[in-house]
């Protein structure tokens, strides 16, 4: 039975990641800041344990990788972010609040990559996978949402030296697609299900010279 540990498993992409693999009979660590109030989450059948989590509390992840120190991990998905103040003027920085997106977009997932590295190189897929946004490619962009693309951006430079830095593994970030999540909104053209079963079948084709890539759920190539 393969594992999947990842965080911000309690609502969208990170609940619907926990229900199919859970039915695909993978085991499941999932993790989130406060399993109490995650009903959905608690209800998922299937082989699925539930630890609290604050992504960016950084000695917590690295408490959390001691306490599984003995797993043997197939494929770690960080997938806990935020999206931060839409609109950030030049002439308004605003250091707190990018600091706060950075932190929990850029930082957390190398924090849980770095205190799960072990149980990753002893699972039998390798696979580290970060969930990006193609607002983090530079090659694409047409301005606007500096916080966030700026965060996505420093996330893709984060999984790229991960990538180079541990051949071991297979680290690839992927873009989800506009999916109608509480992030994405209503009016989102992506459904959750449609969303994550693209990424799923993506990460299944995944093969070492895949490693440093980034990817949409459809399978697409995106410029860096």
């Given at each position: 039975?393969?594992?999947?540990?990842?965080?911000?498993?309690?609502?969208?992409?990170?609940?619907?990641?926990?229900?199919q693999y859970a039915a695909e009979g993978w085991r499941v660590i999932?993790?989130?800041?406060?399993?109490?109030?995650?009903?959905?989450?608690?209800?998922?059948?299937?082989?699925v344990a539930i630890h609290a989590l604050d992504a960016v509390d950084f000695a917590a992840v690295e408490r959390?990788?001691?306490?599984?120190?003995?797993?043997?991990?197939?494929l770690l998905i960080a997938n806990a972010g935020i999206s931060g103040p839409r609109e950030m003027p030049a002439e308004h920085v605003d250091g707190e609040a990018w600091g706060e997106v950075f932190r929990v977009n850029a930082m957390a997932p190398l924090a849980l990559a770095g205190a799960f590295r072990?149980?990753?190189?002893?699972?039998?897929?390798?696979?580290?996978?970060?969930?990006?946004?193609?607002?983090?490619?530079?090659?694409?962009?047409?301005?606007?949402r500096v916080v966030y693309r700026s965060s996505k951006a420093a996330l893709n430079m984060?999984?790229?030296?991960?990538?180079?830095?541990?051949?071991?593994?297979?680290?690839?970030?992927?873009?989800?697609?506009w999916v109608r999540t509480d992030m994405g909104g209503a009016g989102a053209p992506v459904l959750p299900a449609d969303s994550v079963a693209g990424m799923r079948k993506v990460?299944?084709?995944?093969?070492?010279?895949?490693?440093?890539?980034?990817?949409?759920?459809?399978?697409?190539?995106?410029?860096?």
């Open positions: 039975m393969p594992t999947l540990l990842l965080t911000g498993a309690s609502r969208g992409l990170g609940l619907e990641f926990v229900r999932a993790t989130c800041r406060d399993p109490g109030r995650a009903k959905a989450l608690r209800e998922v059948p299937g082989a959390l990788g001691a306490q599984l120190a003995d797993e043997a991990i197939d072990k149980q990753l190189a002893r699972g039998g897929q390798k696979k580290a996978v970060a969930i990006s946004s193609r607002m983090g490619s530079i090659a694409e962009n047409p301005g606007g984060v999984w790229s030296c991960l990538a180079k830095e541990n051949p071991e593994l297979i680290a690839v970030v992927l873009h989800p697609g990460i299944a084709g995944l093969k070492p010279e895949d490693s440093g890539r980034f990817y949409d759920y459809t399978g697409a190539a995106i410029a860096w």
